[in-house]
C-alpha cells in the first residue's frame, strides 16, 4: 500500500525556517517524481514545487511564491522527500501536502500543518 | 501562468440530481492535461479524473469529465450523499501548475 506520510510542521516566527519531510513506503521511491502543495485555512490548493525523480533528470521547479526561499531535495535511499523553508512570511501559513508524481498525483499524504506567525 | 476559473461558486443540488461544474483556462492547456479533485473537510484532494475525460483508480463511474482546449467540464451523473464536497481543477500541462478556486456542492 502506498503511504506518504509529512512531518516537521509547527510554529514558527516570520522570517525563521523549517524543514518538512515527507516518509513514503510501499512503492519504489526512486522510480517516482514528489511533488509539494499546501492550502492557506479556509483557502483553495496552491501547487508548491516538485523534484523529478533521477530517471526523468532530477530536475526541480517551484511556484514563484516560494522560488528561492523553498528548497525541495529527496533521499532515495531513504525514501523521504524534504521540503527546506527559509525566510518564512506569514502568507506560508498553511497545510503542506507531498504527493506522489507531478501530473495529476493520485497518492497525497494527509498533510502537515505550519503556522507562521509571531 | 495560466489562470482557471471554475464555475459555479456553489452548486446546492439533492441527491441524485446531476452536477455540472465548469473549469475555464486563460489559455489553452497542453495536452489536455487537466484534472479534477474531490475534497471533503478534513480530508487530502481526491484525484477523480486526469486528462481532461480519465478516470482515476476507484473512481465510480457517475464521474466524467470532458473537454480541451480553454474548456472543461466535470459531471456527476446522480449525486450520493458522500459526493457532497469542494471540487478542484487544475492544469498540469505547463508551469506553474495552477489550480482554479473551486466549486462547493452542497445539499439543498
Known amino acids: 500500500e502506498v503511504q506518504l506520510v509529512e512531518s516537521g510542521g509547527g510554529l514558527v516566527q516570520p522570517g525563521r525556517s523549517l524543514r518538512l519531510s515527507c516518509t513514503t513506503s510501499g512503492f519504489t521511491f526512486g522510480d517516482h517524481s514528489m511533488s509539494w502543495f499546501r492550502q492557506a485555512p479556509g483557502q483553495g490548493l496552491e501547487w508548491v514545487g516538485f523534484i523529478r525523480n533521477k530517471g526523468s533528470g532530477g530536475t526541480i521547479e517551484y511556484a514563484a511564491s516560494v522560488k528561492g526561499r523553498f528548497t525541495i531535495s529527496r533521499d532515495d535511499s531513504k525514501g523521504i522527500a524534504y521540503l527546506q523553508m527559509d525566510s518564512l512570511k506569514t502568507e506560508d501559513t498553511g497545510l503542506y501536502y507531498c504527493t506522489r508524481g507531478f501530473n495529476s498525483p493520485q497518492y497525497w499524504g494527509h498533510g502537515t500543518l505550519v503556522t507562521v506567525s509571531s | 501562468e495560466i489562470v482557471l476559473t471554475q464555475s459555479p461558486g456553489t452548486l446546492s443540488l439533492s441527491p441524485g440530481e446531476r452536477a455540472t461544474l465548469s473549469c475555464r483556462a486563460s489559455q489553452s492547456v497542453s495536452g489536455n492535461s487537466l484534472a479534477w479533485y474531490q475534497q471533503k473537510p478534513g480530508q487530502a484532494p481526491r484525484l477523480l479524473i486526469y486528462?481532461?475525460?480519465n478516470r482515476a483508480a476507484g473512481i465510480p463511474d457517475r464521474f466524467s469529465g470532458s473537454g480541451s482546449g480553454t474548456d472543461f467540464t466535470l459531471i456527476i451523473s446522480g449525486l450520493e450523499p458522500e459526493d457532497f464536497a469542494v471540487y478542484y481543477c487544475q492544469q498540469c500541462g505547463s508551469s506553474p501548475r495552477t489550480f482554479g478556486q473551486g466549486t462547493k456542492v452542497d445539499i439543498k
Open positions: 486528462g481532461a475525460s
